[in-house]
Structure formats: structure tokens, C-alpha cells
Nanobody, 123 residues
């Protein structure tokens, strides 16, 4: 059974940092795309970043470029999202998700989702 467990959210002041983790199990880690998405209250879920577990290629939304870094630890089957210089607009529930497609960026391209972890950035 494929499982994704997101953790690491919390309350932080603007300018602060958090590191999110997505622990995965139930599939061969290599050969997929794992993405981070977020959903703010009243807004649609949006893509933040994704990484290929095959070649470690990455993608970032323009809104987080230069502030967020995605990485993977293949030995631990875990993907991380380091978030620096956080802004109030980064507030939302952060989800990690798994896609069998390379360079998957849209919500509909992902087949499995974790339960989400809440990030709150105060001004």
C-alpha cells in the first residue's frame, strides 16, 4: 500500500524557516515524481515544488524560487522541503503527493496524497 506522511509544519514568524518531511512507503522509491502542494483557506490547491526520484531534477513555483529547496534521501525514502524566508502568504496546508509521470506539476497528475501538514506564518 502506497503511503505518504507529511510532517514538520508549525507556526513561525515571517522571515523564519521550517523543514517539511514526506516519508513514503509501499513503492520503489526511484522512478517517480514527488511533489509538494499547498492549499490556503478559500483557495485552490497549488503546486509548490517537485522532484524526480530518478535524476533529482526539480521544479519550483515562481512564488517560492530562491526561498524553498526540495531534496530527497533515497536511502530513507523521504523527500524534504526546506522553506526559508517564509512569508504570510506561504500559510496553508502543505501536502506531499506521488506521481508516476516524470515532471508532473499539476494536481491531476498525482495519484497518491499524504494527509497534509499545516504551516502558519505570522506577520
Amino acid at each position: 500500500e502506497v503511503q505518504l506522511q507529511a510532517s514538520g509544519g508549525g507556526l513561525v514568524q515571517a522571515g523564519g524557516s521550517l523543514r517539511l518531511s514526506c516519508a513514503t512507503s509501499g513503492f520503489t522509491f526511484r522512478g517517480y515524481t514527488i511533489g509538494w502542494f499547498r492549499q490556503a483557506p478559500g483557495k485552490e490547491r497549488e503546486g509548490v515544488s517537485c522532484i524526480s526520484t530518478s535524476d533529482s531534477s526539480t521544479y519550483y513555483a515562481d512564488s517560492v524560487k530562491g526561498r524553498f529547496t526540495i531534496s530527497s534521501d533515497n536511502a530513507k525514502n523521504t523527500v524534504y522541503l526546506q522553506m526559508n524566508n517564509l512569508k504570510p502568504e506561504d500559510t496553508g496546508i502543505y501536502y506531499c503527493a506521488l506521481s508516476g509521470r516524470s515532471r508532473a506539476r499539476d494536481v491531476y497528475e498525482y495519484d497518491y496524497w499524504g494527509q497534509g501538514t499545516l504551516v502558519t506564518v505570522s506577520s
